[in-house]
């Protein structure tokens, strides 16, 4: 069994995507996210630079790329999600990119949580007027 849960998405250039991730510990144990630090990284290469991703955010510094849930406000266990914002894939080129979401749990090391890889698809309409 895998420690980190496969993460292979399918976006079309140009458009947004929300994927949720319930919070679960290694073991399928629901936990706490709360002091969790969440990355998403998207690269051509995985040997590429964090610098040369085309992707990186953090639940800190980007709370709208990455947000967390409470269980308390849904009835769930936490989550989060990972958001693909129309800007984000607009001008990345139709091919398979590799990815992942790492977290931090509180002051601990960094943990590959979701590994895989991001699809972009081209699109057939690309006009957004009607003039």
């Given at each position: 069994m895998a420690?980190?849960?496969?993460?292979?998405?399918s976006v079309f250039r140009g458009?947004?995507?929300?994927?949720?991730?319930?919070?679960?510990?290694?073991?399928?144990?629901?936990?706490?996210?709360t002091s969790w630090t969440i990355f998403h990284t998207a690269?051509?290469?995985?040997?590429?630079?964090?610098?040369?991703?085309?992707?990186?955010?953090?639940?800190?510094?980007?709370?709208?790329?990455?947000?967390?849930?409470?269980?308390?406000?849904?009835g769930f266990p936490d989550s989060f999600t990972v958001n693909y914002l129309p800007a984000d894939t607009t001008d990345m080129n139709p091919r398979d990119?590799?990815?992942?979401?790492?977290?931090?749990?509180?002051?601990?090391?960094?943990?590959?949580?979701a590994f895989g890889t991001l699809n972009i698809k081209g699109d057939v309409t690309r006009r957004i007027t009607t003039a």
């Amino acid at each position: 069994m895998a420690d980190f849960i496969p993460f292979n998405v399918s976006v079309f250039r140009g458009d947004g995507r929300a994927i949720q991730f319930r919070g679960w510990n290694v073991g399928g144990v629901p936990t706490d996210i709360t002091s969790w630090t969440i990355f998403h990284t998207a690269k051509k290469r995985i040997e590429d630079s964090d610098n040369d991703a085309l992707i990186m955010r953090d639940s800190v510094n980007d709370p709208t790329a990455i947000v967390k849930y409470d269980s308390d406000a849904h009835g769930f266990p936490d989550s989060f999600t990972v958001n693909y914002l129309p800007a984000d894939t607009t001008d990345m080129n139709p091919r398979d990119y590799e990815q992942d979401v790492q977290i931090i749990q509180g002051s601990g090391a960094p943990r590959t949580y979701a590994f895989g890889t991001l699809n972009i698809k081209g699109d057939v309409t690309r006009r957004i007027t009607t003039a």
